[in-house]
């Protein structure tokens, strides 16, 4: 059947009515089957990415209603978040700024619940939610997502208070999961004359304090869009005072030292981009990172085409150019982080930000913020509203996280440069680091090369002749189950990935090439290839 399509006719037809590339169909038995050389460049690293490259985000709208904060007590959860440690975890989003510290109410039931739990015993080991609650919560939460989903699509947003109960298990859940919480404070609390009101924000501070939180902070998010959210248009100049106000709170408290991002502001486009430029201008000074957010479409309207669309995955790079160009003329030093993204947004595009078919864009997308030099990445969700969680809302991975797993475990912080020679690159994506030291089964000088099919025929990649007799790796990602490129589960070299149980995490298992055989991807997979004993001066 696919013999018979023309260069050029839609990805639609490709795919066919049933909108899934199962494996049978992709290993039809005509194919050509493509030899491509690949180029590597390692004599000195491009960049150095932080331990924490690949972090993660819970979306401040979990708080909307804090009973569903008692989820981050779920074993299962937890064992899941400490598997990508270490990382960032971002509490914020738009609800960030719809946020008010009450430090007076009163926890919620389950909270209350989840508290009695953890008497006289050890938290992060025992500190768990009980299970009667958790399934009654889990049976509400399909009606609260709904909720949230809404309140995003109308752009209505309502204040809601959090206690510190909620502030708790936020930290706890980081804490335990070996993650390092970045709290977004509500930056639309606002005086007459438009000034931010920072007492809120001194509240909690002094609650984190008492408690001796180890907390980093930021101060609203995508400030760009207040108008439409919230009828308050505040100017770069304006946020950048804000910053700088909260920068000085933070030094008169047990907070000194701790460090401050922003501004979050969305894709660098038009009034973004002078925004961005007028904060750092004003108060760029006393920001550790740069932070922006990118989605490559409208979740509503995104299509399976749009997913596995080269052109899209490019439309990246041009954005990461505007916001390098604007920095290196306001604040030539400062780090750029990735503070919040995804494929889509607006919760992201059902049945496809969750599947298998959304590995490209993540892939990819790590693949050239760590090359262009990005130095952190926060994935938008790890578990919460919409489709473009990590963890779904019975707590079972997705592929994403599997992908993030594998990431976590084999790529290090090292960026060199891998690519394809040759025509038609753009379809076959390849990316090159030094091994991550820390996998038991690697050393310093091994490399790590991972890569994205695109084309509808399995490609086999030539490593450079001076690493032809390397022992090589091999962690083929491919879909698991009938559902193809839309399913919800993944196979790692023919396994397919699930948890032992609630507290253990499967084996990644290696498949390792015979020493001189091409690194074989098929259509529409991605990949891992570990280079053992490539002895590259670069990573020692």
Same mark, same amino acid.
């Given at each position: 059947?696919?013999?018979?399509?023309?260069?050029?006719?839609?990805?639609?037809?490709?795919?066919?009515?049933?909108?899934?590339?199962?494996?049978?169909?992709?290993?039809?038995?005509?194919?050509?089957?493509?030899?491509?050389?690949?180029?590597?460049?390692?004599?000195?690293?491009?960049?150095?990415?932080?331990?924490?490259?690949?972090?993660?985000?819970?979306?401040?709208?979990?708080?909307?209603?804090?009973?569903?904060?008692?989820?981050?007590?779920?074993?299962?959860?937890?064992?899941?978040?400490?598997?990508?440690?270490?990382?960032?975890?971002?509490?914020?989003?738009?609800?960030?700024?719809?946020?008010?510290?009450?430090?007076?109410?009163?926890?919620?039931?389950?909270?209350?619940?989840?508290?009695?739990?953890?008497?006289?015993?050890?938290?992060?080991?025992?500190?768990?939610?009980?299970?009667?609650?958790?399934?009654? &919560? /889990? *049976?509400?939460?399909? $009606?609260? #997502?709904?909720?949230? +989903?809404?309140?995003?699509?109308?752009? @209505?947003?309502?204040?809601?208070?959090?206690?510190?109960?909620?502030?708790?298990?936020?930290?706890?859940?980081?804490?335990?999961?070996?993650?390092?919480?970045?709290?977004?404070?509500?930056?639309?609390?606002?005086?007459?004359?438009?000034?931010?009101?920072?007492?809120?924000?001194?509240?909690?501070?002094?609650?984190?304090?008492?408690?001796?939180?180890?907390?980093?902070?930021?101060?609203?998010?995508?400030?760009?869009?207040?108008?439409?959210?919230?009828?308050?248009?505040?100017?770069? &100049? /304006? *946020?950048?005072?804000? $910053?700088? #106000?909260?920068?000085? +709170?933070?030094?008169?408290?047990?907070? @000194?030292?701790?460090?401050?991002?922003?501004?979050?502001?969305?894709?660098?486009?038009?009034?973004?981009?002078?925004?961005?430029?007028?904060?750092?201008?004003?108060?760029?000074?006393?920001?550790?990172?740069?932070?922006?957010?990118?989605?490559?479409?409208?979740?509503?309207?995104?299509?399976?085409?749009?997913?596995?669309?080269?052109?899209?995955?490019?439309?990246?790079?041009?954005?990461?150019?505007?916001?390098?160009?604007?920095?290196?003329?306001?604040?030539?030093?400062?780090?750029?982080?990735?503070?919040?993204?995804?494929?889509?947004?607006?919760?992201?595009?059902?049945?496809?930000?969750?599947?298998?078919?959304?590995?490209?864009?993540?892939?990819?997308?790590?693949?050239?913020?760590?090359?262009?030099?990005?130095?952190?990445?926060?994935?938008?969700?790890?578990?919460?509203?919409?489709?473009?969680?990590?963890?779904?809302?019975?707590?079972?991975?997705?592929?994403?996280?599997?992908?993030?797993?594998?990431?976590?475990?084999?790529?290090?912080?090292?960026?060199?440069?891998?690519?394809?020679?040759?025509?038609?690159?753009?379809?076959?994506?390849?990316?090159?680091?030094?091994?991550?030291?820390?996998?038991?089964?690697?050393?310093?000088?091994?490399?790590?090369?991972?890569?994205?099919?695109?084309?509808?025929?399995?490609?086999?990649?030539?490593?450079?002749?001076?690493?032809?007799?390397?022992?090589?790796?091999?962690?083929?990602?491919?879909?698991?189950?009938?559902?193809?490129?839309?399913?919800?589960?993944?196979?790692?070299?023919?396994?397919?990935?699930?948890?032992?149980?609630?507290?253990?995490?499967?084996?990644?298992?290696?498949?390792?090439?015979?020493?001189?055989?091409?690194?074989?991807?098929?259509?529409?997979?991605?990949?891992?290839?570990?280079?053992?004993?490539?002895?590259?001066?670069?990573?020692?």
């Amino acid at each position: 059947m696919l013999l018979l399509l023309k260069p050029g006719l839609s990805l639609l037809l490709l795919l066919g009515p049933l909108g899934a590339l199962s494996p049978g169909v992709l290993a039809g038995p005509a194919q050509t089957e493509d030899a491509v050389e690949l180029d590597f460049s390692t004599e000195r690293p491009v960049h150095l990415v932080s331990p924490a490259f690949l972090s993660f985000t819970i979306d401040a709208n979990l708080a909307t209603d804090p009973r569903f904060l008692t989820f981050l007590g779920s074993p299962k959860l937890r064992t899941l978040a400490r598997g990508l440690s270490p990382a960032y975890l971002r509490f914020g989003g738009t609800k960030t700024d719809f946020l008010i510290f009450d430090p007076k109410k009163e926890p919620s039931f389950e909270e209350r619940n989840y508290w009695q739990s953890q008497f006289n015993q050890d938290i992060c080991k025992s500190g768990f939610i009980p299970s009667d609650v958790e399934k009654r &919560l /889990q *049976l509400e939460w399909p $009606f609260q #997502e709904q909720l949230l +989903l809404r309140e995003q699509y109308q752009k @209505k947003f309502k204040n809601s208070t959090y206690s510190r109960s909620s502030v708790d298990i936020l930290y706890t859940f980081a804490n335990c999961c070996g993650l390092h919480l970045i709290f977004g404070l509500n930056a639309l609390l606002r005086t007459a004359d438009l000034q931010w009101n920072s007492s809120n924000a001194q509240l909690l501070l002094d609650y984190c304090s008492s408690m001796s939180y180890n907390i980093s902070w930021e101060l609203g998010n995508e400030p760009n869009s207040f108008q439409k959210k919230a009828g308050i248009f505040i100017d770069g &100049l /304006q *946020l950048g005072e804000d $910053f700088i #106000e909260l920068h000085e +709170l933070l030094g008169k408290s047990s907070f @000194k030292n701790a460090k401050l991002y922003g501004p979050d502001v969305g894709q660098p486009r038009g009034k973004t981009v002078k925004m961005l430029r007028s904060f750092l201008k004003a108060g760029g000074e006393v920001i550790d990172s740069v932070t922006w957010h990118h989605y490559y479409l409208n979740g509503r309207i995104a299509t399976k085409e749009d997913f596995l669309n080269p052109d899209v995955l490019d439309t990246f790079i041009l954005s990461v150019q505007k916001i390098f160009q604007v920095v290196k003329e306001t604040r030539p030093h400062k780090k750029v982080w990735l503070g919040e993204t995804s494929s889509a947004y607006g919760g992201g595009a059902p049945l496809l930000s969750n599947t298998f078919a959304a590995g490209f864009m993540w892939l990819d997308k790590l693949g050239l913020s760590a090359r262009m030099g990005i130095e952190v990445v926060m994935r938008q969700v790890f578990f919460g509203a919409g489709n473009y969680h990590l963890v779904d809302e019975n707590f079972e991975p997705l592929p994403d996280y599997w992908l993030s797993l594998l990431f976590k475990k084999l790529v290090g912080t090292n960026v060199l440069m891998a690519s394809v020679k040759g025509p038609d690159r753009n379809k076959l994506r390849v990316y090159l680091h030094c091994t991550n030291i820390n996998h038991p089964r690697y050393k310093e000088g091994d490399l790590t090369l991972y890569a994205l099919n695109l084309h509808n025929v399995t490609k086999h990649l030539q490593l450079p002749y001076y690493l032809f007799d390397k022992q090589v790796d091999r962690y083929l990602v491919k879909p698991s189950g009938p559902d193809g490129l839309f399913s919800k589960s993944v196979q790692l070299n023919g396994q397919t990935l699930k948890m032992v149980d609630d507290q253990t995490l499967p084996a990644l298992t290696e498949n390792p090439l015979r020493p001189g055989s091409s690194l074989g991807l098929p259509a529409f997979s991605y990949g891992f290839f570990v280079i053992r004993n490539a002895k590259v001066a670069s990573c020692i």
